[in-house]
């Protein structure tokens, strides 16, 4: 008996991940990868940083069980999870009408929403930004959602079109979902401004909408609080949404696959309600998270002395990526290359869009050895000193062709 597939055809490969396998088998001396969103550093490395060192020797000597997690992570990560997204001294933290509960990554977290959703009646349909993250539909659709979307930039593809993206929302049936990314937005580094969080906000309550706020990346655009600017738009009295949290990005912890889903409720007594059902859709789901990643996150945030030494790893990662930014501009200004690159510099987070076709992308890699993704995301915190002066003139040279 065969299994039952209906194609033998094999599936295509990741549009990200697949590109850093292709990078890999790429034998020529001179390319780059600019794809997959994970921090390097000068000399193109994933580093462990060095307050998660010290946490981790921390826990070796503590040396705990290695039994089962509860359902939702430990208490205290849970508490320093909600104190980093919020504040210790935000009104949803100190009215204790939100819950969170630790997942395997952020896009552990945001399954975990879509099941949690859809099991207590939500509606089917959830709105997504165009352009948004790759795996955002794929992930939605799989879950049993009907995806439509939002214009999220105008023309030049350097910043939000404001009118469109409400004219779009308003469009929405009450009960909707909307998917809102919190900061340092992907693909394209172009976040809202305050005024029109404030917009957003007003929309989602005039149209009863349930927003989640994917929030991977706090911290790596211009500062932890800084980068939670999206909450004012949001925080109002009576607003239900759901926080999904990943630190893989700003702890460095990609393969620990350490993230956080935060409900916020009227009350303590709904999210107390809403916290049950999510723990049937984790327990149906992968039972319980793994215990290591949130073991450095905790111990890192619960402890002041090693909580300010995290904060200047990653303030060093942050200015890393600010100042690829700007080297990045300067050298294709400097370079001739056509184009409005200058509101680059100004973006917020790893990534950027060259506004590239499909073509120009498929000659990047096939001709220079110059891997980026669709519609040109590249990862600044790619760029070295080694790969940026081939890049940029590999970039002209598919834009002037």
Known sequence: MSLPLRSLTPA?????LGLTEAFRADTRPQKANLSVGVYVNEAGVTPVIPSVLEAERLLLEKAGSKGYLP???????QKVVREMVFGADHEIVTSGRCATAQTPGGTGALRVAADFLLQTGASRTIWLSEPTWPNHPQLFSMAGFVIRTYPYLDGSGRQVDVSRLLGALRSAVPGDVVLLQGSCHNPSGVDPDPETWAAIGEIIVERELVPIVDFAYQGFGFGLREDADWLAGLARPGLEFLVCSSFSKNFALYNERVGALTIVAADAARVAAALTHLKVAIRSNYSNPPAHGGDIVETILSRPELRSRWEVDLAGM??????????????LIAAGVPGNWEPIAHQRGMFALLGLSNEQVRRLRDEFGVYVVGKGRINVAGITAANLDHAVSSIKAVIED
Do not use: C, Q, S, T
């Open 12 to 16: 295509p490969p990741d549009p990200i």
């Open 71 to 77: 359902i939702d992570g430990r208490p205290g990560y």
């Open 318 to 331: 942050r200015d890393r990526i600010l100042g690829n930014r700007k080297i990045l501009v300067e050298a």
